[in-house]
């Protein structure tokens, strides 16, 4: 079962396992939506491959709110009568309720939520329902509805990315003068702040938000009217339902209407670079919990136990949103490589789009609900943070800066010279402020006791004062600038 069906699990069906043919005349007999020209039913193999109606009934809002605004096209234009017409939108809305009360039955050999709602639709009023499939077909139905959906997907972790940043930029502003080692190769590289920590994250996450935003703009048009690939006979108003759906206009070709699953790549794109933002993050939290760092502690609501080991706190919660970036990259190539080499228009290739869809925003939507409480509860280590910042010779870079500012040496030779003295504390066994001044005129006579002011991380800290860079008072700015431009 994919994660879509245990969300759907629970209606009266004979969906919910493979789909039935013993037993099951209607996956036996031909097909009474097309039924003309077949004479036998599809093999036992066929009726367990074909349908889609085990993930797809999640798009049965969608589609209804596609098919009643089609109707009302159809109405509007007297392509249907405003009897007839009102039969189906009163129709859809009881077929609406019926599922959403759980009465309704999901039948697997009416293969996809756009027959199963149509037959309904049937029972419920009769011939009229036969009306609604004037002027479309299956194929921009499909397409459309899968926008409206992806297009609600997006807003939602639009929603959930912005609670993750203000979960990040809160850290920032009280964690905006703890020190800590900045790592490049995870060696402690220069010291900088728990806080420009965190907006590193803000700003990776904004980005996300860019790309989803951007990809939004792109999917919001409406491929309804496109029919079956070459549009149709009948005066339609696509600009009637675009606008109805909440879509910017309608698509412009109509073949490119139903072969196009762009839309649901840049989403998958969008969201495997997010999951590759969470899991790094997730990553960090994993090693800053380790006891070697102990840089924080995690709240009881994101870890668990060991039923062995009393002492453990394990961070469960982020070690699986590390790893559930996985399957959202996954989704990616599936839907990648079912895409490619797909020759135009609509081919049945394409119904496998929504589970690797649904499994990824799914996917994104908990691992965004599990870091936004994660970070919310995560208590720094002030005294550890600091403590790690007192190894590695951390302030290296300030003594070379120093030497070129205040004697004047090059860069370069200034870079020499520290590596010389670095040398030194490491044979000595201390850090570099410990070594006494004596010593360090050994190496460079233009060495002054001013020097060590500038080795201590907080004054390293402070002194970051370029754009961007780690400044206490650099931090705060930039936490209620990113409170402005993100929540
Ligand atoms: N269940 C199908 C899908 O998900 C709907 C479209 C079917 N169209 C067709 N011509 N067979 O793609």
Request: proline share 4%.
């Amino acid at each position: 079962m994919t994660q879509a069906d245990q969300h759907n699990a629970g209606n009266g069906d004979d969906t919910a396992s493979q789909p039935a043919s013993h037993g099951d005349p209607a996956s036996q007999a031909a097909n009474t939506m097309w039924g003309g020209r077949f004479a036998g039913g599809p093999s036992e193999a066929m009726a367990a491959i074909n349908p889609s109606i085990g993930f797809d009934r999640r798009l049965y809002a969608e589609d209804i709110q596609a098919s009643r605004a089609h109707c009302r096209m159809l109405i509007e234009r007297g392509i249907v009568s405003r009897t007839d017409g009102q039969a189906i939108l009163d129709g859809l809305e009881t077929v609406k309720r019926e599922i959403e009360q759980g009465s309704f039955s999901f039948k697997s050999a009416l293969e996809d939520i756009h027959m199963n709602v149509e037959s309904r639709l049937k029972e419920l009023i009769g011939e009229p329902a036969g009306r609604l499939h004037t002027a479309r077909s299956r194929n921009d139905q499909v397409a459309t509805d899968l926008r409206l959906w992806t297009r609600a997907a997006v807003d939602r972790l639009d929603g959930q990315l912005r609670a993750v940043q203000r979960a990040l930029i809160e850290q920032a502003e009280s964690g905006a003068d703890l020190v800590m080692p900045g790592y490049t190769h995870l060696q402690a590289a220069q010291p900088v702040t728990l806080g420009h920590h965190m907006l590193a994250y803000v700003e990776m996450f904004g980005r996300d938000r860019g790309r989803l935003a951007d990809a939004r703009k792109r999917l919001n048009e409406c491929p309804l009217g496109a029919a079956a690939l070459a549009g149709t006979s009948f005066p339609i108003d696509r600009e009637m339902t675009a606008r109805e759906l909440g879509f910017d206009r309608p698509t412009a070709n109509s073949m490119d209407s139903v072969a196009d699953r762009d839309f649901a790549l840049e989403v998958l794109a969008a969201g495997s670079t997010l999951a590759m933002h969470l899991s790094r993050l997730c990553e960090e939290l994993i090693l800053w919990c380790n006891e070697g760092f102990a840089f924080v502690e995690l709240s009881d609501a994101f870890t668990t136990g060991s039923s062995i080991m009393p002492q453990k706190k394990n961070p469960d919660g982020a070690e699986l949103v590390r790893a559930k970036s996985g399957r959202v990259i996954g989704s990616l190539i599936t839907l990648f490589t079912v895409m490619k080499g797909l020759p135009l228009t609509y081919g049945k290739d394409m119904q496998e789009d929504k589970e690797p869809l649904f499994d990824a925003c799914d996917t994104l939507e908990l691992c965004l609900a599990c870091t936004a409480g994660m970070i919310q509860d995560m208590q720094p280590n002030a005294a550890n943070l600091r403590a790690a910042t007192q190894k590695g010779f951390i302030t290296a870079t300030d003594l070379a800066d120093w030497l070129v500012r205040v004697p004047g040496m090059p860069f370069r030779d200034a870079h020499h010279v520290v590596g010389r003295l670095v040398k030194l504390a490491e044979d000595a066994g201390c850090d570099l402020p410990d070594l006494p001044l004596g010593e360090m005129q050994a190496v460079d006579p233009r060495i002054t006791e001013d020097v060590f002011e500038v080795l201590t991380v907080d004054k390293a800290a402070a002194s970051r004062t370029s754009r961007g860079g780690t400044a206490p008072d650099n931090v705060r700015a930039a936490a209620t600038a990113a409170r402005e431009h993100f929540l």
